[in-house]
């Protein structure tokens, strides 16, 4: 069973940085990409940013290019988003997802991000 939990979510002030892990379980994700997506309070979730298994990465949000940095660890299973100058609109549930059983990244809306963790709050407010 494929498992995914993220964490380093927080509370933070505008201007900050914080760094979202997210570690996988029951598959071997050196050969998967993966992608980290938020949820807004009222609002529909859209995809942030991905990294095929080859470390390519791609950025599905335009305020995310030049804040946002995804990347891999295989050998921790784990993949990591660092936020820097974060805004108040950056506050949402943060998740990450496997599109299983793709190498690369499909776009955001692909059917086949079916692998999902249960989200990390974050909050950014003076």
């Known amino acids: 069973q494929v498992q995914l939990v993220e964490s380093g979510g927080g509370l933070v002030q505008p201007g900050q940085s914080l760094r979202l892990s997210c570690t996988v379980s029951?598959?071997?994700?050196?050969?998967?990409?993966i992608g980290w997506f938020r949820q807004a309070p009222g609002k529909e979730r859209e995809g942030i940013s991905c990294?095929?298994?080859?470390?390519?990465?791609?950025y599905y949000l335009d305020s995310a290019k030049g804040r946002f940095t995804i990347s891999r660890d295989n050998d921790k299973s784990t993949v990591y988003l660092q936020m820097n100058s974060l805004k108040s609109e950056d506050t949402a549930v943060y998740y990450c997802a496997v599109p299983l059983p793709l190498e690369r990244c499909p776009p955001a809306d692909s059917s086949a991000y079916t692998a999902w963790g249960q989200g990390t709050q974050v909050t950014v407010s003076p």
């Open positions: 029951g598959l071997r994700l050196r050969y998967y990409a």
């Open positions: 990294i095929s298994y080859d470390f390519a990465g791609t």
